[in-house]
């Protein structure tokens, strides 16, 4: 994984918004407790893998986008996401080298801090939901993340 | 390591800020959104325009689950649409038998009353919305349907389907709004009990057919079957419209009695919904609590955070609801 000089921005906005589509797609309501923070494993990506093309700036917008989606208090995600990319971006090349196994343990790591800064300012604006459901997708999102990342290098890599 | 990590940030990419502080700038930029979306309600018409341009995604989205619905609607077979059809002449039939019955029970009230004349309806007009997204989980049941701002839809206004109550919009858009349904586990409606008049709120569970009323002491007066219509207070919801049916009772000694009660609405069979307009000025029309109403009363009420309050129209948009923005302020208070 060498960092390419340029990586094309829109096939970034791509994979973004097909990211954005899975996550706002209606499911049953078993599947939905379960469903990935497809956006969130996106953004985390190509902090990582492409940290210059999707940094901070790539999480805090699609962050917006989520809030409006979502219906949360505008710049809830946003800061949620900016703050997991930040540190992606900080730590990427360490990451880069981990093993599979290891990149999906920093990302359950990651998936619960996001959930954790989501779940502090629910409390904070007067909306807790303490249900351990909400946690679920941490863990499914650290399953799917071998995955996510053979499908995106190859998006990445078919030029 | 802290330094280490963001030299080798710089070196590689050459140029564009270190990410410390971007990762400021931006927290910073979301910190502020959230202040001004929470606390002031500036963000009211931004949100407006941000939800204009995410409705299109949205409906593409939504568009297989409604193409399958249309292609099942025009397969259907003659025969059943024959039945439905004879059901419903009956059921037409059957309330205009009722509706018969009603005007004079309206007027035979009225003149209890000492009214002189019987009044109109307390609601005023209505109109169908098409479900376009249901999201129907353990955190959050919404809807987002297909009329906003640009059909007179205003925010904490009430949805019903034929059999109850379901809930109020909370976001309106041009073109769309959300709904946030009373199963919610943010909602609260008040209610009485039709049987003997005792006042309570019903909170949603995440659960799509069941409403707990967490309110009511372990003595209360509750039996399964008693019908909830909604109080009036709050006001977002007239008075008089049903909402659940007591389906459980627990008591447990000295805890306040575990109630659960059964939706009327059909949360999951969704299709259509009805949003409803009501007269300000009818007596049974949603009421609004002045300040400090809610502390007197029930202490137990007032730790609940009671959202119906809160989900009352924003002030800043008096060009659309001119008549209802001034107390959802004070309300928010």
Redesign the interface.
């Known amino acids: 994984m060498i960092d390419r000089a340029q990586e094309s921005f829109g096939r970034v906005l791509l994979t973004v918004v097909v990211a954005l589509v899975l996550t706002v797609l209606p499911l049953p309501s078993w599947l939905d407790a379960v469903r990935p923070a497809f956006l969130v494993i996106t953004v985390l990506y190509w902090s990582i893998a492409a940290p210059r093309v999707g940094g901070i700036g790539l999480g805090f917008f699609s962050g917006v986008a989520l809030d409006v989606f979502r219906g949360a208090v505008l710049g809830q995600h946003a800061l949620a996401l900016t703050a997991i990319t930040y540190v992606a971006v900080r730590e990427h090349q360490k990451i880069r080298l981990k093993p599979s196994f290891q990149q999906a343990l920093i990302m359950l790591g990651a998936l619960v801090a996001y959930e954790f800064i989501l779940f502090a300012i629910d409390g904070w604006t007067g909306h807790p939901m303490t249900s351990p459901l909400r946690w679920i997708h941490a863990l499914t999102g650290a399953l799917i993340w071998p995955l996510a990342t053979a499908v995106l290098d190859r998006v990445r890599g078919s030029r | 390591m802290?330094a280490y990590?963001?030299g080798?940030?710089r070196a590689?990419?050459g140029r564009?800020p270190a990410?410390?502080f971007?990762?400021f700038l931006?927290?910073v930029?979301?910190?502020?959104?959230?202040v001004?979306?929470?606390r002031g309600g500036y963000?009211v018409q931004?949100?407006y325009y941000?939800?204009a341009?995410?409705y299109p995604?949205?409906l593409?989205?939504?568009s297989p689950?409604q193409a399958w619905h249309w292609t099942r609607d025009s397969l259907t077979a003659r025969e059943s649409l024959e039945a439905q059809n004879a059901a419903l002449l009956k059921q037409n039939r059957d309330l205009s038998m009722k509706l018969m019955r009603f005007d004079a029970l309206a007027y035979e009230n009225a003149e209890l009353r000492g009214l002189r004349a019987a009044l109109p309806a307390v609601a005023d007009h209505w109109m169908a919305a098409e479900v376009v997204?249901?999201?129907?989980?353990?955190?959050r049941q919404?809807l987002l349907i297909n009329r906003g701002a640009r059909n007179g839809v205003f925010r904490g206004q009430a949805i019903m389907d034929n059999y109850g109550l379901l809930g109020q919009t909370?976001?309106v858009g041009p073109w769309s709004s959300?709904v946030i349904l009373v199963s919610d586990?943010?909602h609260a409606v008040p209610v009485e009990i039709e049987r003997t008049g005792v006042h309570t709120i019903a909170v949603g569970t995440?659960d799509?057919d069941s409403l707990v009323l967490p309110d009511l002491p372990a003595n209360a007066d509750v039996k399964p079957g008693d019908l909830l219509l909604t109080s009036g207070l709050g006001g977002v919801f007239p008075q008089g419209y049903p909402v659940a049916r007591i389906a459980e009772v627990r008591h447990d000694s000295a805890q306040p009695a575990q109630i659960r009660a059964t939706l009327l609405a059909h949360l999951n069979a969704l299709h259509e919904v009805t949003l409803v307009w009501f007269q300000d000025t009818h007596p049974a029309a949603p009421t609004r609590l002045k300040d400090g109403a809610s502390a007197s009363g029930n202490p137990a009420l007032q730790k609940q955070?009671a959202?119906a309050l809160?989900l009352l129209p924003p002030p800043a948009l008096p060009h659309l609801t001119p008549a209802r923005a001034k107390p959802a302020a004070q309300d928010s208070q």
């Open positions: 802290a990590g963001a080798n940030y590689s990419q564009g990410p410390g971007s990762f931006y927290a930029l979301a910190i502020v959104l959230m001004l979306d929470r963000l931004v949100r941000l939800s341009t995410a995604l949205q593409a989205v939504s689950a997204d249901v999201e129907l989980n353990p955190l919404r909370t976001r959300e586990p943010e995440g799509s955070p959202p809160e």
